[in-house]
């Protein structure tokens, strides 16, 4: 197993060595008696590399969560880690539905050919298919295959809510309905006028298309570590704000970033006439809300104490290239 981060001095060393955690957990995902083939179509869209952030959230919130029980790190972690590769199993799946045809129509994801281009679009949907249920079986199984043998696991109580919270997030309430809200916005609907998009109704689609998943990954991370009540209504607060300040960057980035620096099609939002916050209110106040969304989830940490790297994470968010 990948050696536990001892509090390194920069984040993005911090983040880098939280990635690897994942990553030794993610390269044992998969079940042994699947299919090859769809196997390697889960890998591909997996291991394509990505910045990780939602399982790194959720490690980080657990390590934060869990210092005020005196839990060491790498405990925190480990404890964390089923319900951690699980969060990017979903959100992997999301993306490779998302690239399809039907949907965005992208050729390009993570800096290489989106899963549909590689393997058509029957096998990448079920790829997706495949990451989006063996994610709650990941968290289920006991013991569970994303850990060494002997390490410690979250208790069944813990890790039934982790479901509950992973499978509301990730569907018609959260991810999957602010998916249905975005694509009806792009007048992609058929039978369906795309309906105005105001500022809340702006909002609205993007806390549950990308807000959703990201406040359910701080959720699972003080799940895992079984903090109490107080502790997980303010990472849910915090999470709820960064979630909405990355997805604002997500669009400026759209509008600003290139395809070399991003991984992905720059500018195709504006090309599919999808409704952004640079094309709602502009640019430069979108660069405002975000920075408050992050001053707001720093409050948020203020309220329980939380230290560790969470205020920096929201930072960074207004800071990323990619």
């Given at each position: 197993m990948t050696a536990v981060p001892a509090a390194p001095a920069d984040l993005a060393t911090y983040l880098g060595e939280l990635r690897g955690v994942v990553n030794s957990g993610l390269a044992r995902v998969w079940p042994d008696d699947a299919p090859g083939l769809i196997v390697d179509a889960m890998q591909y869209a997996i291991v394509g590399g990505g910045k990780r952030l939602r399982p790194c959230l959720a490690l980080?919130?657990?390590?934060?969560?869990?210092?005020?029980?005196?839990?060491?790190?790498?405990?925190?972690?480990?404890?964390?880690?089923?319900s951690a590769c699980a969060l990017e199993m979903v959100h992997t799946y999301?993306?490779?539905?998302?690239?399809?045809?039907?949907?965005?129509?992208?050729?390009?994801?993570?800096?290489?050919?989106?899963?549909?281009?590689?393997y058509g679009d029957g096998l990448a949907i079920l790829a997706g298919d495949g990451l989006l249920t063996e994610a709650f079986s990941v968290i289920a199984h006991s013991p569970s295959r994303v850990l060494p043998a002997g390490a410690p696991e979250a208790a069944p109580a813990q890790r039934l809510r982790?479901?509950?919270?992973?499978?509301?997030?990730?569907?018609?309430?959260?991810?999957?309905?602010?998916?249905?809200?975005?694509?009806?916005?792009?007048?992609?609907v058929i039978g369906r006028t795309a309906p105005p998009m105001n500022a809340a109704a702006l909002e609205d689609m993007h806390r549950r298309k990308t807000g959703a998943l990201i406040r359910a990954s701080a959720a699972l991370g003080a799940i895992a570590v079984n903090a109490d009540e107080s502790v997980l209504a303010a990472v849910d607060q915090y999470a709820k704000e960064l979630g909405l300040a990355f997805q604002i960057v997500d669009d400026l980035l759209d509008v600003e970033g290139s395809p070399q620096t991003l991984g992905k099609t720059a500018g195709?939002?504006?090309?599919?006439?999808?409704?952004?916050?640079?094309?709602?209110?502009?640019v430069e106040p979108s660069k405002r809300l975000a920075a408050d969304c992050v001053a707001r989830a720093h409050a948020a940490l203020a309220t329980a104490g939380l230290a560790g790297r969470l205020g920096e994470i929201a930072d960074w968010s207004l800071q990323r290239k990619s």
């Open positions: 980080a919130v657990a390590e934060a969560a869990g210092a005020r029980q005196s839990l060491d790190a790498r405990t925190a972690h480990l404890l964390a880690l089923p999301s993306l490779v539905h998302d690239d399809l045809p039907a949907m965005d129509d992208d050729a390009l994801r993570r800096g290489r050919p989106t899963a549909h281009v590689v982790a479901v509950a919270v992973l499978a509301s997030a990730a569907g018609a309430v959260g991810m999957v309905g602010g998916q249905a809200i975005d694509l009806a916005g792009a007048g992609r195709k939002d504006a090309a599919a006439g999808k409704p952004t916050f640079p094309a709602l209110h502009g």
